[in-house]
């Protein structure tokens, strides 16, 4: 497993000047907090995500989740499958084109999506500490915005 530098620091300020970087940064460090916790629970951060997709935009396909998501297809059965076995979503056969698969979130699904979210909201809390909730929110805002207007999402 790869060190981790203790203090941003003893990163080259080469690094440090690029915000792509430093999100990057923000990224990785967030999940690694943020997947053991989520683990406790049975998931990790791609069933998460796609648990959390599944409800807010039901019914889909799996392909759809993958093109919200930015998952690989291969990748979207191995977690449509897991969510399946663990009985938080239902897939079943589009009646009017039998290729595809409808997803929808099970009761249970919405509980333990409910228990992600809290898992989530706690570690956010936790990684932020050392910003205001004014500052958070700016942070929020100002991705939402890069986001909107980047070549990434469209």
Not at 63 to 92: I, K
Request: charged letters at 25%.
């Amino acid at each position: 497993m790869p060190m981790e530098p203790r203090s941003i620091d003893e990163v080259p300020a080469r690094l440090r000047q690029w915000p792509t970087w430093l999100l990057g940064r923000v990224h990785g460090d967030a999940k690694r907090m943020i997947a053991p916790r989520l683990a406790e629970r049975g998931l990790n951060l791609h069933q998460y995500a796609a648990l959390a997709c599944i409800a807010e935009f039901a019914p889909l396909s799996q392909q759809q989740v993958c093109e919200r998501l930015g998952v690989d297809r291969a990748d979207m059965v191995t977690v449509v499958d897991h969510l399946q076995a663990q009985e938080l979503v239902s897939r079943t056969r589009d009646a009017t084109d039998r290729r595809r698969y409808i997803l929808a979130v099970t009761p249970r699904g919405r509980e333990e999506l409910a228990g992600a979210d809290e898992i989530v909201a706690e570690v956010t809390a936790e990684f932020f500490a050392p910003l205001t909730a004014d500052e958070v929110a700016t942070l929020t805002s100002l991705a939402h915005r890069v986001l909107a207007g980047g070549p990434g999402l469209e």
